[in-house]
């Protein structure tokens, strides 16, 4: 079945930093893709989409390309700040309109 | 808008005992999920209903869970009897349901973290 695979943390970066999350995808067909962040003590939140190859979604200075000819959709910020600290989840909604999350990256930026 | 409520937030049981979790979604919001989410994994969908009819529970341990969405609103999840293995963040989300499709944004709560000694 359609599956997420992102890379394992937990990241710790210094404030200002370059964050990347590495997210690939295995699909039978044209998934959309997700990137979800949880704050501690709180619920899963939308952070941004792509629904179709070569979009970009971009939120709060994160942005993810969907890449059809690497199956990816990695996730960047350029200079991140202490807030940012979360656990991020790549998910991806198949044919059936079902998420499918990946393990989840824990990322503890130091100020 | 205030967003989904679920209660209770923690909850701790002996094994063989049950336990209830609740869920009032986003006013409006037509399909409701229920997500189990262990320590270190991504959440799983358990069960998905449109209005008060279920869409998906192919994933659902039908022996010991049951769900219910009385006149498609709010939402219980019942898990009789618990097992050690069940220990995990059970997540509530809902959606406006526009049928499913890619733009439907799944809106989701705080979760309930379950304990089970």
């Known amino acids: 079945g359609d599956s997420v695979t992102q890379m394992e943390g937990p990241v710790t970066l210094s404030e200002e930093a370059f964050l990347t999350i590495n997210c690939t995808y295995t699909a039978t067909g044209y998934p959309s893709l997700f990137w979800y962040v949880q704050y501690p003590g709180e619920g899963l939140q939308l952070l941004l989409k792509a629904t179709k190859a070569d979009d970009k979604g971009s939120n709060k200075g994160f942005e993810a390309t969907y890449r059809k000819e690497t199956t990816s959709f990695h996730l960047e910020k350029g200079s991140v700040q202490v807030s940012d600290s979360a656990v991020y989840f790549c998910a991806l909604k198949d044919a059936d309109y079902k998420l499918s999350f990946g393990a989840g990256t824990t990322v503890t930026v130091r100020a | 808008e205030a967003g989904v409520a679920q209660s209770p937030r923690y909850k701790i049981i002996e094994k063989r005992q049950s336990v209830a979790f609740w869920c009032n979604p986003i006013?409006?919001?037509?399909?409701l999920y229920w997500y189990q989410q262990i320590l270190g994994q991504g959440p799983k969908l358990l069960i998905q209903f449109q209005n008060n009819g279920v869409v998906d529970d192919s994933q659902l341990p039908k022996d010991r869970f049951s769900a219910e969405r009385l006149k498609g609103v709010d939402s219980t999840l019942k898990i009789q009897p618990a097992k050690l293995e069940d220990s995990a963040v059970y997540l509530c989300a809902s959606s406006l349901g526009l049928g499913g499709g890619s733009t439907d944004t799944q809106y989701f709560g705080p979760g309930t973290r379950l304990t089970v000694l």
């Open positions: 006013s409006g919001h037509a399909t």
